[in-house]
Nanobody
């Protein structure tokens, strides 16, 4: 059984920064790609960022490119999402996920965390 636990969310003013963390257990973390997704109230879950097994390949949603950075530390079974220049529209529940492919599509991921809330005030 795989478990993913996110942390690092919170309330921040527009222009501020947060770093999300996701710790994985139950599988060989370095074998799998990781992704971050988010879901705002009344909206569908959307892709934010993804990284390949060793982080050499990364993808970003256009809306966060240049502001967010995904990274991973396989020795710690952890993936990070550094979020800078936050905007109110970044407010959402943020999820991490693992899967076999470095994908922007939620259905390509097998395991999901419970999410961490990010709220950006204007």
């Amino acid at each position: 059984q795989v478990q993913l636990v996110e942390s690092g969310g919170g309330l921040v003013q527009a222009g501020g920064s947060l770093r999300l963390s996701c710790v994985a257990s139950g599988r060989t973390f370095s074998w799998y790609s990781v992704g971050w997704f988010r879901q705002a109230p009344g909206k569908e879950r959307e892709f934010v960022a993804a990284a390949s097994h060793y982080g050499s390949l990364t993808y970003y949603a256009d809306s966060v490119k240049g502001r967010f950075t995904i990274s991973r530390d396989n020795a710690k079974n952890t993936v990070y999402l550094q979020m800078n220049s936050l905007k109110p529209e970044d407010t959402a529940l943020y999820y991490c996920a693992t899967g076999s492919a470095t994908s922007k599509v939620p259905r390509d991921y097998d395991y999901w965390g419970q999410g961490t809330q990010v709220t950006v005030s204007s």
